[in-house]
């Protein structure tokens, strides 16, 4: 069984299923021309990251701008890099006592700072005491009932599809049932009459 593509940006867990598709998620794969690949790498931040054919990168890192939707298919516009991504924090070293002045490192010039700078992030509100039952105490875990709950409903549909298929054939069977003993002539109209055939 082909596993569904996931986006490879850092603490990004989207994946092509139903719901994204549904929701307008695309995905990307990376550039084949060299120097664009290397920028889209770059703009990931993944250390010793080397993409492969499957690897894909979601809409969601892209701004509404990158993208042309003016045919059927969304696409990228030429010469766009991801930059839209929600990076891990790191912890704030205490400035150096050191009062000799360093010059910042270059950037560079291809890749833009993509994100604002990182601010913690805010904490969840803790849930009432009463019904703790309905959240999950981290967003991790909240993430994985809803996955499981989006997984029930797929297989549910999948189960309603088939059941439906199985009262079709059924009905068929009868209608080609009927006709034959209609032709044999075993149906007689005191039948008829009673079973409204």
Request: include cysteine; aromatic fraction near 6%; charge should be positive.
């Amino acid at each position: 069984m082909k596993m569904p593509h996931s986006c490879s940006a850092i603490n990004c867990q989207k994946r092509f299923t139903v719901e994204t598709r549904a929701a307008g998620i695309t995905f990307h794969r990376f550039p084949k021309e060299s120097s664009m690949k290397k920028q889209w790498i770059r703009a990931v931040r993944r250390k010793d990251f080397t993409p492969s054919n499957a690897s894909r990168i979601c809409s969601e890192h892209f701004k509404p701008e990158d993208f042309d939707r003016t045919g059927q298919t969304v696409r990228l516009r030429e010469g766009v890099v991801p930059s839209v991504f929600s990076f891990p924090t790191r912890r704030k070293k205490p400035p150096a006592t050191n009062t000799t002045k360093t010059s910042p490192k270059k950037q560079d010039s291809k890749v833009v700072n993509i994100s604002p700078p990182a601010q913690e992030p805010e904490p969840l509100p803790s849930p009432d005491l009463d019904h703790s039952y309905a959240l999950p105490p981290s967003p991790g875990d909240l993430k994985a009932k809803l996955n499981e709950a989006l997984e029930r409903v797929e297989s549910l549909e999948r189960e309603m599809r088939n059941a439906k298929d199985r009262e079709r054939r059924a009905k068929t069977a009868l209608q080609v049932l009927l006709m034959d003993l209609r032709g044999k002539n075993i149906i007689d109209e005191d039948l008829k009459q009673r079973h409204g055939l």
